[in-house]
C-alpha cells in the first residue's frame, strides 16, 4: 500500500519545531546568555516545568469557563515573567528596569564604539571549544531524534485502525467540548491528554481532527527525547547510550509490546510517564535542577496533579513505586530532598480525590467507581501481531539486562568510585513492575503496566549499555573527541537495522481501510478552504461529530429526501430578504459539499462500504441539481472518494474568495 501523506500533520509538526527554535535561541540570546543551555536540555526542562504548568492552567481555565488562546497566552506571559524577573524583582520593579537599563545601554555604546558587526548581534556568546562540541551534539541529536521518531510513527498511518472508529469519533466529541467548557462531561475520565491536543491545534493552526491524529506521534517524539536526556544526565556514558536507547524506542517495533494498527491513538500513560520522567531525574539528583526549594517543589505539585488528571495507573502506581524504591537508592544527603517529595505527593494525591470528587458528586457517581473504571481500560490494545518473541520472553531476557547492569554498576560503584545511583535505581524499579505485573487484583490492569514496559525496556538497555561502555572507558583513550563519529555510526547503524531486520515483519501486518483517511483529508482541506458555517457537509452519520463548532450537517437519507425541495424554495425567495429573515429555516448554506464513495469501492474491510448504495442516488441528485443551473464542482478526488461542491452563493463561502472580493 502507498504511505498515505497528510500535509496538515506535517506542517502541525513543522510549526511546533519553529516555534521550539525561536524560543530557544530568544532563550540563548537574551536569558540563559550566561548558562551552558544546549537544545536537549532547554526543551527537556522547559517541558517539564512548564508542560504541566500549562495542563493545570487548561484544566483551571475550562473548569472557570474561560478557556481561549488568549487567556492562555495572557496566563502564561505573567507566569514566565514572574519566573524570569522572580519575586523579588517583581516586588521592586523599577530599580530592577533601572538597572537593566543601565546595562544594557552601556553594552550597547561599547558595542558601537568596538564596531562590532551586524553578525554580532545575533550570535551567541562564545564558550570554550570542548562545551562547544557539547553544545553541536546536543543540538543536532535532539533534531535528528525527533524527526526520527516522527516519521517512524507516521509510516504506521497505512496500518492505523483507530481513525473514524468509535473510540476516535468519542475522542474528538470530548476535545472539541473543551472549546465549550466542558472538561468532565457525562463520560467522567482522565482527560488532560485530550485538552493538550485541543492547546495544539489552536497553537499550530490545524483542526481539532489533525490534532487528534497527531498527538500519539507527538507524545511518541517527546518521549524518545525524554528517554535520551534521562540517560545522559544518570548515566556515566552521555551520548553513545542515551542514543542508542532513544533510537531504540523510536525505530524498534518487532521486541516492543505495542500495537502498531493503534500507534495514532493518544496513550495517556505515555503523556504521563512524559511528566513523569524528568521528575524522576529531579528527585535522584536534586541538585540538577536549576532553581530555588520552593521552585523544585512547586514542580513537583504540578506535575504531579498533572499526572493525575492524565492517567491515574501512573499517578497512583507508577509515581510512588518510584519515589519509595528512589528513597532507597539515594545517598543520605538527598533524602531530606526525597521527603519532601513525598510529603508533595501525598498534598497531590489529596488534590486529585478532592478534584474527583466534586466531578463525581456532579454527574452522582462513586468516587471508587471512577478510579477503578479509569485504572482499568477497555481501550489498551494487548494484540501484537509483530513481535518476533513471546511477550514474556522480552521482559525476561529484559530483566536479566537489568542485573547485569546492576552488575556492572556495583563494580564500577566500588572499585573506579563511580557516583551516580540512578541506574541502579531505574533497574530495581523495573524488576519491581515486574513482580506488580503478576499481582491479580480488580483495581490493576496489567495490560496498562505492560504498556509502560515500552518506554522503561529501552531506558534499562540504554542504562545497561552505558555501564558496558564506561568499562571501556577506564581505557586511556581520547573518548570525547571521537564521540561525534561514534554517534554517526550508532545513528546509522539502528536506522539501517531497523529497516533491515524488520522490513520483512512489518510485511505481514496488513494495511488498514485508506477511506478514513482520505475522508480526514478531505475534510482538513475543507477547514482550510472555507470560513466555518458557510457551508454544509453531506456525509456517513458517524461523522456528524465533526461538524461541531465548525459547519453544518446533513445525512446522506436527509439529504436525497428534503434537499431538492429545500433547493426550489430557496430559489424562489433568496431575493427576497423580508421572507429569508422572517424564515431563516429556509437558508440554505452557501456551499454544500457531498462525500461519494467511489463505485468500486472495496466492500472488505471498510465500515463505510454500506454507503456505496447511495452513489446512483448521489450522482443523480448532484445532476438534477446541475440541470437546474446550480454550480457542481469537484473540490476533492482520490482513489476512494470524490467530495462534489454544490455553489449556492458564489464568492461567499471559500476565504480566499472573501478576502479578496
Known sequence: MELFWSSSILMGFVRLCVIVLFLFYLSRKFIAVDQRLHLLDFIVLNWYRYAAVLTLTLFVLVEVGAYN????FVIFTLLLLIDWLGWKNIIRPRSYFTQKFKEH??????????????LYWLSFRKSAPEQRTQ?????????????????SRYYFVQYDNYSLSDAWINDLTKLINFDNQYWFTYELATDAELALANFYSKVTDVSPIIALQVIAILESTILALIVFWVIHRLAPSRYIAPLLAALFFALVYVITPINVYYLLKGNPLFLALAFALPAFVFYIQPKQFNGSTLNYLFSFFAVFVSVGLTDLITFFILVPLFLVIGLFTTSW??????????????????????????????????????IQSNMLSVSAYTYLPQLILPYKTIIYYTQWCAMIGTVLWAILYFFQKEKGRGPLAFFMYFNVL???????????????????????????????????????????FPWFRFTPIFMGLTFVGMLYGAFTFQKSFLQQLTPSDATPKYMLNAYDNIAKTYFSYTYTIVNDRATQVISNNSHFFMNYEDFLS????????????????????????????????????????????????????????????????????????????????????????????????????
Not at 478532592?354 to 452522582?364: D, L, V
Not at 504498556?451 to 577506564?474: C, D, K, W
Open 333 to 370: 544527603s538527598v533524602k531530606k530532598y526525597n521527603l519532601r517529595v513525598l510529603a508533595i505527593y501525598g498534598f497531590s494525591v489529596g488534590v486529585i480525590l478532592t478534584i474527583y470528587y466534586f466531578a463525581c458528586a456532579s454527574q452522582k457517581v462513586p468516587l471508587d467507581y471512577f
Open 69 to 72: 488562546l488568549f487567556n492562555c
Open 434 to 476: 515486574v513482580i506488580v505485573t503478576h499481582i491479580k487484583s480488580e483495581w490493576l490492569d496489567r495490560d496498562l503496566l505492560y504498556n509502560s514496559f515500552v518506554v522503561f525496556i529501552p531506558i534499562v538497555l540504554g542504562f545497561t549499555v552505558a555501564m558496558l561502555i564506561r568499562l571501556f572507558q577506564i581505557i586511556p
Open 135 to 151: 553544545n553541536w551534539i546536543l543540538f543536532f541529536t535532539p533534531i535528528f531524534i525527533g524527526i526520527t521518531a516522527f516519521l
Open 105 to 118: 545601554s552601556l553594552r550597547y555604546l561599547k558595542f558601537v564604539e568596538t564596531k562590532k558587526p551586524l
Open 562 to 661: 428534503q434537499y431538492l425541495e429545500k433547493d426550489a424554495q430557496y430559489e424562489r425567495i433568496k431575493k427576497n430578504k423580508k421572507i429569508l429573515q422572517s424564515n431563516p429555516d429556509q437558508i440554505l448554506s452557501k456551499s454544500v459539499l457531498v462525500f461519494v464513495l467511489d463505485k468500486n469501492h472495496p466492500r472488505d474491510n471498510s465500515s463505510f462500504s454500506e454507503n456505496i448504495k447511495y452513489y446512483d442516488p448521489l450522482m443523480k441528485q448532484l445532476q438534477t441539481l446541475k440541470d437546474r443551473g446550480r454550480e457542481v464542482n469537484v473540490f476533492y478526488r482520490s482513489p476512494l472518494l470524490t467530495v462534489y461542491e454544490v455553489v449556492n452563493n458564489p464568492n461567499e463561502s471559500k476565504i480566499s474568495d472573501i478576502i479578496f472580493k
